[in-house]
């Protein structure tokens, strides 16, 4: 399953996100029990399937890292959870995730290809709105030439 583009939901009371089809048949995918990873990360929750996340969380676990990397992957390991979808095909989003991503009834599901974001939707606009300027030359220093 790829994950594109953006939608928008809304969060019950209880921190439960109703997931839309498409991003439930990945997750059934993934997964014949509606199992995913979630975890923080840049002021979101990143949802994961069971085999993408054991290999970060293998990548990040071998290496012999600077204090930097070890704070990093404190956020990203020590903020995981494991998640089952619900009769309803929700994920009930814990209280420390909500808090740490500022989720209030507004998020938005942002596809990132073999993944998806859950943003609160106050927090996606910002990001909308940067000046990208400058983000062409720092993928073409990376090798990728692309004509934004």
Same mark, same amino acid.
């Given at each position: 399953m790829i994950f594109r583009g953006h939608?928008?939901?809304?969060?019950? =009371?209880? /921190? &439960?996100l109703m997931l839309p089809a498409e991003v439930?048949?990945?997750?059934?995918?993934?997964? =014949?029990? /509606? &199992?995913?990873?979630l975890t923080t990360q840049d002021e979101c929750i990143v949802a994961r399937s069971w085999p993408e996340w054991e290999q970060l969380e293998s990548a990040l676990t071998s290496v012999r890292a600077s204090r930097q990397v070890r704070d990093f992957r404190r956020l990203v390991l020590g903020?995981?959870?494991?998640?089952v979808l619900d009769p309803q095909h929700?994920?009930?989003?814990s209280r420390a995730h909500m808090e740490y991503a500022?989720?209030?009834?507004?998020?938005?599901?942002?596809?990132?290809?073999k993944h998806f974001e859950i943003w609160d939707a106050a927090?996606?606009?910002?990001?909308?709105?940067?000046?990208f300027e400058g983000v062409d030359q720092e993928l073409a220093d990376s090798g990728i030439d692309i004509f934004l």
């Open positions: 939608i928008y939901r809304t969060l019950d =009371p209880k /921190g &439960r439930r048949g990945a997750i059934a995918a993934w997964s =014949p029990q /509606g &199992r995913c990873m903020g995981a959870e494991e998640l929700r994920l009930r989003l500022g989720l209030s009834r507004e998020v938005v599901l942002v596809g990132q290809v927090r996606f606009r910002r990001i909308q709105e940067q000046n």
